[in-house]
């Protein structure tokens, strides 16, 4: 399915509204580009699926679609040589997987791993640097996704250093949960694990102070019920700052 200039921001052969761009469109770097420079990416867009722990992209290898998530959340992880993994950031509808790469001949420093699965809207590395070099609001965009990034990876590496590990699961997890409808996150113990680089013994201890503090539920079927006002309770300062942060280089407005 692609998004023709004629056809904006439809994925099911259906012109929408103007009203309803931002929503339809679905990924907000997009929904927030002039509907001129909109239309250079948009008969190359494509709708695709973002299956659970699917793996977008690896570190070490040449990107091959820019994935612009609709739903969902994607995390960013730092493969270390002992095969461990920790997430460094996590994103969703705000952001975009694939941008900085494809802006040079140089491979992925990181790997994208699909943490819940949603949509996307994917274009390849080629079409976009054409549009990209045609447009300054283009430009914009990609400037203001890698700072948002980058003040992800400074704060989550500060995080890691000071912060307990329940603070630091309930903090991903509040951050997951800003991306997702509801309060109900899959996650199994193992991904917990591969977020936060711990074992997954540590992760059940964990999980089971969460638990008592009634901040999460959790079942056998690797879904977590979070209960909101808990949860920030035991998260470090760290969410409320990020978050912060992160909306006010994005331009969103939470009142």
């Not at 770097?29 to 008969?43: M, N, R, V, Y």
């Not at 992760?203 to 969460?210: A, D, G, M, Q, S």
């Not at 470090?236 to 407005?253: A, P, T």
Request: aromatic share 6%; with cysteine.
């Amino acid at each position: 399915m692609d998004y023709s200039a004629e056809s904006r921001a439809s994925v099911e052969g259906r012109i929408f509204p103007v009203m309803e761009h931002t929503t339809r469109i679905g990924n907000r770097l997009l929904a927030a580009l002039p509907p001129a420079d909109f239309d250079l990416l948009a008969p190359h867009l494509r709708k695709a699926s973002l299956e659970r722990d699917a793996v977008l992209v690896r570190s070490g290898d040449q990107i091959e679609q820019i994935y612009f998530p609709r739903s969902g959340t994607i995390s960013f992880m730092l493969d270390m040589p002992n095969g461990q993994t920790v997430a460094t950031a996590v994103i969703g509808n705000e952001g975009a997987v694939g941008i900085l790469p494809a802006l040079g001949p140089f491979p992925s420093p990181m790997t994208a791993v699909v943490c819940v699965a949603g949509t996307s809207l994917q274009i390849s590395p080629a079409r976009f640097f054409s549009a990209l070099s045609r447009s300054a609001a283009i430009r914009q965009t990609v400037q203001t996704h890698t700072r948002a990034i980058l003040a992800q990876f400074q704060h989550v590496a500060a995080c890691n250093a000071l912060h307990s590990v329940e603070a630091r699961m309930a903090r991903w997890l509040l951050h997951i949960h800003d991306r997702v409808d509801g309060d109900f996150l899959p996650l199994t113990q193992e991904v917990l694990s591969e977020l936060l680089g711990v074992r997954r013994t540590t992760v059940t201890h964990v999980v089971r102070k969460l638990r008592m503090s009634r901040a999460i539920r959790s079942n056998q079927r690797g879904v977590i019920e979070i209960d909101r006002p808990r949860l920030e309770a035991a998260a470090c300062e760290c969410y409320e700052v990020m978050r912060r942060r992160i909306d006010l280089l994005s331009g969103v407005d939470r009142k």
